[in-house]
């Protein structure tokens, strides 16, 4: 397995973290959850790797996402 899969899989799971952990403290569904997370500005950054933004903690970035959109979540 190459530098690029391991990347993508580590990606998904962040993703999947970022989304339950989201679901949870929000008390919202897991559906509404992905849409505010696939709305996102922070979900692009982390898609492009901007900054090394994906590297840090799924719950520091869900903290980051409720601070800086909080029109995601009207």
């Known amino acids: ?7 993508r899989i580590y990606q998904e799971n962040l993703e999947e973290r970022i989304i339950g952990y989201l679901s949870e403290t929000r008390d919202i569904s897991l559906e509404a ?3 505010v997370y ?6 692009d950054k982390i ?3 901007i900054e090394g933004i994906q590297y840090l ?8 996402l409720c601070e800086t959109e909080k029109e995601l979540f009207c």
Do not use: C, P, T
């Not at 696939?38 to 979900?43: N, T």
């Open 1 to 7: 397995m190459d530098g690029e899969a391991l990347e």
């Open 33 to 35: 959850a992905m849409d």
């Open 38 to 43: 696939y709305r996102s500005k922070l979900a």
């Open 57 to 64: 903690d799924f719950k520091v970035l869900v903290q980051i």
């Open 47 to 49: 898609h492009r790797g």
